[in-house]
């Protein structure tokens, strides 16, 4: 194997330990959020992690009787998935290009 061979087979392998290191480092909240993906009802902050939605804005919309429908247990709120999706879906505004 010449030197050019040897040094290409050392970056290869040093590229590959690196996204090997990146993939462990990312898999458990890639993990997380497959299992919040697949759940029904979403706490506020899951809501952020998922969809962007701030916490303190969803609780402000709570507080203005305003945003999607949301499910009161005790002190607990949570938020059902397909509301949250038929309320991103309704609220969507199309922009000029895409009227045309």
Do not use: H
Request: charged share 30%; proline share 2%; no cysteine.
């Amino acid at each position: 194997m010449t030197a050019l061979m040897e040094k290409n087979m050392d970056d290869m392998n040093r590229i590959t330990e690196i996204i090997r290191q990146a993939a462990a480092a990312l898999a458990p909240g890639i993990r997380e959020m497959e299992i919040l993906r697949r759940r029904k009802t979403l706490t506020a902050a899951e809501v952020e992690q998922l969809y962007g939605l701030k916490s303190a804005t969803l609780k402000a919309w709570r507080n203005n009787g305003k945003g999607p429908a949301y499910v009161k247990n005790g002190t607990q709120v949570l938020y059902r998935v397909e509301d949250l999706e038929s309320y991103l879906q309704n609220n969507r505004v199309k922009t000029a290009d895409q009227l045309t």
